[in-house]
């Protein structure tokens, strides 16, 4: 597979010749891409993010709301059923919408994060149910989605500075690079000790699967440095098979129990790799509609729930922002200033992804950084968006099949594309300490804290000070001006609550 970091930019491409059909639509052979190319990157995509469909049914499946319900009012397998087919529906229909309305290869589902916020953040609050708790995600996507059709959200993205861009997309090469290494059990939190984290268990690579992501991520990156097409997605599905076959001859079972508890520490991680009895299942829908807009605010009170919205908006606000970015680095589609083509359109359907999410009863949908495995797979169009979104719907149907995939098979892809990614830094000047101070804070806070926005918010923060402090504040956009002061708020949420009085 080439180097996708090697490819020209679009400024630099010759015109190509005018195309009809697929390639003309998404403009395939414009972005010198190929229908192979863009397949390949929605099939890698699709399989570095498909263990959302098992996730976040464990994550808002299996807890009670405030009333001590579960979704879908019974109990925790049915729950976690529709949960499943719901998460798989709305991913699907949004990432397509992504495809053919902001040609851009760009995925959508269920934001990790959000859906625990929500979860213990929200639904569990005193008398809250999870149809008010999905109203207030609602609320939230339509309110960032008038932002997004005023033109605010836009220029609020084109209002930052092009380095600081680069260090978003840098920092979450590197934040995609500790999600593929903690999944797959390589980093680990130590049992007992000093330190934060280690190397495996107990300092060790112990276990079959450990091996499975060893073995998938070095076949990977011989593939990358031979040229081989396909590399990824060759490297997925062989460290599948693989474990498949460790699974059949050592029984080596679960990580976890089905409450969540780790009991086998040397087990699979999410998915044991088992060839399923059944191949199809007929999903439930059922929890489509099953929202509530205005229910929190006579169970919480005004201020909490609008405080709550404004926790929820913040966050996707700007995780779309730095991942659009990022990816569109790493495809060459970004212009001279750092935007990616039609952002308009890939904010304004992000936006009613978030309203999608909360109607249908699965936490608000966001853009994915797991996007970037697929254009290192070499997408470049919104052909890649509905490969992968085709493939979400099918999933509904094939759950049994998608979770024979295990973390240990899947993340070897993020770990080389946090490589790729990685290679922007050198697009930062590391001489002017004015921009290499924040731009470093947002790099290294994004893995440090697991939070896109925690970084984003840090850097635009230490940037308006910085400049304030060496007395060029009318350097300031003015809108910088604005976020910051809302990242002041968002990052001292709790004294807030405090001195306004709400729980």
């Known amino acids: 597979m080439a180097n996708p970091s090697s490819a020209p930019t679009t400024a630099q491409r010759p015109a190509p010749a005018k195309t009809g059909g697929i390639d003309g639509f998404f403009r395939i052979t414009e972005r010198g891409s190929t229908v192979g190319r863009e397949v390949r990157g929605g099939l890698v995509t699709f399989f570095t993010m498909a263990y959302i469909v098992v996730l976040n049914p464990l994550i808002i499946g299996t807890q009670a709301d405030g009333t001590g319900k579960f979704l879908g009012g019974q109990d925790v397998p049915h729950a976690i059923q529709l949960v499943a087919a719901g998460t798989a529906l709305v991913a699907g229909v949004m990432t397509i919408l992504m495809g053919v309305v902001a040609n851009f290869p760009l995925a959508l589902a269920t934001g990790l994060g959000l859906n625990a916020f929500v979860t213990f953040g929200i639904a569990k609050l005193p008398e809250m149910t999870w149809a008010d708790a999905m109203g207030l995600i609602v609320i939230e996507g339509v309110i960032i989605t008038i932002l997004v059709l005023t033109g605010f959200r836009q220029a609020v993205f084109k209002a930052i500075p092009g380095e600081l861009k680069t260090a978003i997309s840098v920092g979450i090469g590197l934040f995609i690079t500790i999600i593929g290494l903690v999944d797959a059990g390589f980093i680990r939190r130590p049992a007992t000790g000093p330190v934060p984290v280690e190397l495996g268990i107990g300092g060790f690579l112990n276990g079959w699967p450990l091996l499975v992501f060893v073995i998938g991520l070095i076949a ?37 129990d089905a409450t969540g508890k780790v009991v086998n520490p040397a087990g699979w991680g999410l998915n044991v790799p088992a060839l399923p009895k059944q191949v199809v299942d007929v999903p439930d829908f059922s929890l489509l509609g099953h929202f509530n807009v205005l229910g929190s605010f006579g169970k919480i009170g005004v201020v909490s729930a609008v405080l709550l919205v404004f926790t929820l908006l913040l966050a996707d606000f700007f995780d779309t922002m730095g991942t659009m970015v990022a990816i569109g680095a790493e495809a060459k589609l970004l212009d001279k200033n750092g935007n990616p083509p039609n952002s308009d359109k890939i904010l304004l359907v992000d936006s009613l992804a978030a309203v999608a999410g909360g109607a249908g009863s699965v936490s608000s949908n966001t853009s994915y950084i797991e996007s970037a495995s697929g254009v290192g797979e070499g997408a470049r169009t919104g052909l890649a968006s509905v490969v992968t979104g085709v493939l979400f719907l099918l999933a509904t149907f094939l759950a049994p099949l998608v979770k024979i995939v295990p973390y240990e098979a899947a993340t070897p892809a993020l770990v080389v594309v946090g490589f790729l990614m990685m290679q922007q830094v050198r697009g930062i000047d590391w001489e002017d300490l004015e921009i290499a101070i924040p731009a470093f804070l ?38 910088l001006w604005a976020v910051s002061a809302l990242f002041v708020v968002y990052f001292a949420i709790d004294p807030v609550k405090s001195l306004l009085g709400v729980g």
């Open 220 to 256: 990977i990156v011989i593939m990358m440095v031979k040229h081989v097409k396909g590399a990824i997605l060759f490297g997925i599905v062989g460290a599948t098979v693989l474990a498949v076959i460790v699974e059949a001859i050592g029984s080596i079972g679960s990580q976890t």
């Open 442 to 479: 947002t790099i290294v806070l994004m893995p440090f804290t697991y939070s896109i926005t925690a970084g984003i918010g840090a850097g635009f923060v230490l940037y308006t000070i910085i400049k304030v402090v060496r007395g060029k504040a009318g350097m300031i956009h003015p809108l």
